[in-house]
């Protein structure tokens, strides 16, 4: 909305800074971190009085987490509130890309949200559906995944591009749909897999997030993508300003979110952000850099999909339990150690995706 002050400019006024996408990014951030801040314990407070007992704590979990009973869960509406507020803030409105990633994250979100009401109000773990919550996961991800591909430059048009390989492009045809959804929908629920720890789940979203977020600006400049040999993608740096909102709102509930929590997540913000990573990928034509730089994400969905499928061939168990944050637990790390050695993973997987950009 603030871009439109430019209009206002006559080249060399304060109006012509927000011509610059950094400079609005800085803004979106800024905005997103105070709304947090000025709305957070509001909405903590709201949330108790609403909710009761809080978000349900499975029976069968680690001992520890019986002490978190009563917390309120649904928080992730601090984070997509600061960063909806921020984005049509700071945020080029005529660009494509910016709608598509709010459109992910907002219907991911309501999902979740649904997700978390049905837990809440029937104080059980069991929610929504897990077969609806996917169905409905899947339509959203088709939609975004048609979107992106109209907006894409016509030599990308179905093309998964590949890192580290320059000029090499795998024609996927109309399979890029599919894939595409399947990497929204995988990014969405690897990440609220990953939400099982106080302050676990938002740290590596916001790294992830913000490595996407270079890369979006990256190749949305015609100067860097040619430099680096990445493919052109006109206006996905515009993203960048919705990923500045996004860990500033995502600060802004880690103050309250950090051991012990005051309030979680829920799957009103894991699956808003997940969606959200996800879709970033796609929109920059970087599905597979999203693998390495959400790699954290990747282990803990592979270790629930490890642990079922070997159970039910031999009946015996690879994990003490999935997720693997839940495994560290039962062999006795301490909450606090699992969650800052998983955010340091999740800073290196992130250092060696960006690597991905100028190695080629």
């Known amino acids: 909305m603030l871009y439109w002050l430019t209009a206002l400019s006559d080249g060399g006024d304060v109006f012509n800074l927000f011509r610059y996408i950094t400079f609005r990014a800085g803004g979106a951030f800024m ?19 609403k909710q009761g007992k809080g978000q349900p704590i499975r029976s069968d979990g680690p001992e520890g987490h019986f002490v978190k009973a009563g ?65 409905i996961g899947f339509v959203i991800a088709g939609i975004a995944a048609v979107w992106a591909t109209w907006f894409h430059p016509a030599e990308l048009q179905g093309e998964l591009a ?12 109309i399979f890029f ?4 959804m399947f990497v929204i929908v995988g990014a969405a629920n690897a990440v609220n897999l990953t939400d099982g720890l106080d302050g676990l789940a938002i740290m590596p979203v916001m790294i992830a997030a913000s490595a996407l977020g270079v890369i ?6 015609v100067d860097f993508s ?23 709102g995502g600060l802004g ?33 970087h599905e597979i850099v999203l693998g390495i730089v959400g ?25 003490l339990m999935a997720p693997i944050h839940h495994h560290y637990e039962k062999k006795g790390w301490a909450e606090p150690q699992i969650v800052i050695r998983f955010w340091i993973i999740s800073l290196i997987l992130a250092m060696v995706g960006l690597a991905t950009l100028k190695l080629r």
């Open 31 to 49: 905005t997103a971190l105070i709304f947090g801040f000025l709305f957070g314990r509001p909405l903590i407070d709201v949330l108790r009085r």
């Open 71 to 135: 917390t309120p869960t649904m928080g992730g509406l601090l984070i997509v509130g600061a960063l909806l507020t921020s984005t049509l803030l700071w945020a080029r409105l005529d660009n494509p890309f910016v709608w598509l990633v709010l459109f992910v994250t907002l219907s991911y979100g309501l999902v979740g949200f649904w997700d978390d009401y049905a837990k809440v109000s029937k104080q059980n773990t069991a929610g929504v559906s897990g077969k609806a919550r996917l169905a």
């Open 162 to 173: 590949l890192p580290i390989f320059k000029d090499v492009l795998i024609h996927l045809g």
């Open 177 to 180: 749909v599919p894939f595409a």
């Open 216 to 221: 979006a600006y990256t190749v949305g400049r």
């Open 226 to 248: 040619d430099y680096l040999g990445l493919h052109y993608v006109p206006g996905t740096g515009e993203i960048l300003v919705f990923v500045a909102g996004l860990v500033g």
């Open 253 to 285: 509930f880690l103050w309250y979110n950090a051991p012990p929590a005051a309030v979680f997540m829920g799957d009103t913000g894991s699956l808003a952000l997940g969606g959200a990573i996800g879709a970033i990928a796609v929109a920059t034509k």
């Open 295 to 319: 790699g954290l994400f990747v282990v803990e969905a592979l270790s629930v999909i490890i642990q079922v499928l070997y159970f039910k061939r031999t009946g015996k168990r690879v994990f």
